[in-house]
């Protein structure tokens, strides 16, 4: 089992910048994917950007140009860089690791969220 812990969300009026990080219990080499989420309140989670563990990156269209993930392995940490943020960025974003083990079982992971609020 592994304990992600978000930090770094808050309150920012639109065109700032926040930086996202995500602290995990134990060594995220062994993560095949790492990834961010954000549910705004009403919406269904949707995916804002993930990592592999070959550093490979993919990111949802709204946020593309926007925002930058990246993974720390020497840190057990991943990042999410978000810019000009909007108002509809809006919602609580949570971090995510999928872990592949035998026989095609797949582990995921989910922090507690943390909650980003742009204002206008």
């Known amino acids: 089992q592994v304990q992600l812990m978000e930090s770094g969300g808050g309150l920012v009026q639109a065109g700032g910048s926040l930086r996202l990080s995500c602290a995990a219990s134990k060594t995220i080499s062994s993560i095949n994917t790492m990834g961010w989420y954000r549910q705004a309140p009403g919406k269904q989670r949707e995916l804002v950007a993930l990592i592999t563990s070959s550093g490979s990156t993919n990111y949802a269209n709204s946020m593309k140009g926007r925002c930058t993930i990246s993974r720390d392995n020497a840190k057990n940490t991943v990042y999410l860089q978000m810019n000009s943020l909007k108002p509809e960025d809006t919602a609580v974003y949570y971090c995510?690791?999928?872990?592949?083990?035998?026989?095609?079982?797949?582990?995921?992971?989910w922090g507690q969220g943390t909650q980003v609020t742009v204002s206008s």
């Open positions: 995510n690791g999928q872990e592949y083990g035998g026989l095609g079982k797949v582990y995921t992971y």
